[in-house]
């Protein structure tokens, strides 16, 4: 079993996100970035140049003629497409390990994508002022059961199989087995990688707790997620479409609102195939 003082350590031998990551995503929140500034920034990692040029020219975007250079994918996908494409690689190309059949990765990753597609499209919608921070935000919820799997597998199958037996959730699962919690080994990483506060709270109450509106949209976007069951977390409890409805209200959602989400997810999501596949 992990104790804080082994796993506290450890996660500070993980490897950081690439400085390139980091920068682009700042720059791209700049209403004075450039097509051809990040695109420059791009080409300086020749590995993410090259994924996204190859997801540019995959069925999912069917760009005409397809593309060879980075200045054109962006061009064609724009900053969004290009923002998710470098966080995603990024973030899960951080870690190694492989998963298993108790712990598919393609499906923790579709969850963790959806949670943050969908955080981003309403954060949008509700004017927030930095919505890529609500997609890192989302996309990295779960993180600490990534670290999980990267250190010790054995405990986060028995955290599975005791969520899967009791039909609970694997926050619950975790508590009951008397284990770290993921939500403290995310938090933990997070500030390992200098990401930005609203980041880091997002990951921290993502489950409850917290007070403003964007870890409130985390949770109700994990909640929806869950709700519409696109991929899966090791989460085993009922689904609780009346706390999804309850915390899209405290968001101050309307049913207006809540259409246009939903529609613009569901088109989003089905483009983002090539990025969750890798293609």
């Known amino acids: 079993m992990l104790i804080k003082k082994s796993w506290t350590e450890e996660i500070k031998t993980l490897p950081v996100l690439p400085q390139v990551t980091m920068l ?53 996908l724009g900053f969004n497409t290009i923002a998710q494409i470098v966080l995603t690689t990024s973030v899960f ?21 959806a949670v943050g597609l969908l955080a981003e499209i309403t954060a949008r919608n509700l004017q927030f002022k930095n919505p890529s921070d609500a997609f890192i935000g989302g996309l990295m919820h ?13 405990q986060l199958s028995r955290i599975i199989h005791h969520a899967k037996e009791h039909q609970i959730s694997f926050l619950e699962a975790e508590k009951a087995l008397g284990y770290i919690t993921h939500i403290d080994m995310g938090v933990e ?12 709270s997002a ?6 707790g917290g007070s403003k509106p964007e870890p409130l949209m985390i949770e ?22 009346e706390h999804e409805i309850a915390l899209a209200k405290n968001l101050g959602l309307t049913e207006r609102q809540l259409q246009q989400i939903n529609q613009h997810f569901v088109k989003e999501f089905e483009k983002a195939g090539a990025i969750l596949n890798g293609s």
């Open 24 to 76: 682009i995503t700042e720059r791209m929140q700049s209403p004075t970035a450039t097509i051809n500034e990040i695109a420059t920034l791009i080409k300086s990692d020749v590995g993410l140049a090259s994924k996204i040029l190859r997801l540019a020219n995959s069925s999912y975007y069917s760009i005409p003629g397809g593309v060879t250079d980075v200045t054109k994918a962006l061009q064609y």
């Open 93 to 113: 190309g951080t870690f190694k390990s492989a998963g298993n059949s108790y712990f598919p990765l393609s499906s923790f990753w579709k969850h963790c994508f």
């Open 142 to 154: 779960d993180i600490g059961k990534l670290i999980l799997l990267e250190m010790d597998p054995e």
């Open 189 to 200: 990483l997070s500030q390992h990688w200098n990401l930005p506060p609203a980041v880091i």
């Open 203 to 208: 990951i921290q109450y993502h489950h409850g």
């Open 220 to 241: 109700w976007a994990n909640a929806w997620v869950n709700t519409h069951e696109f991929g899966h977390s090791g989460n085993f409890n009922e689904k609780d479409p």
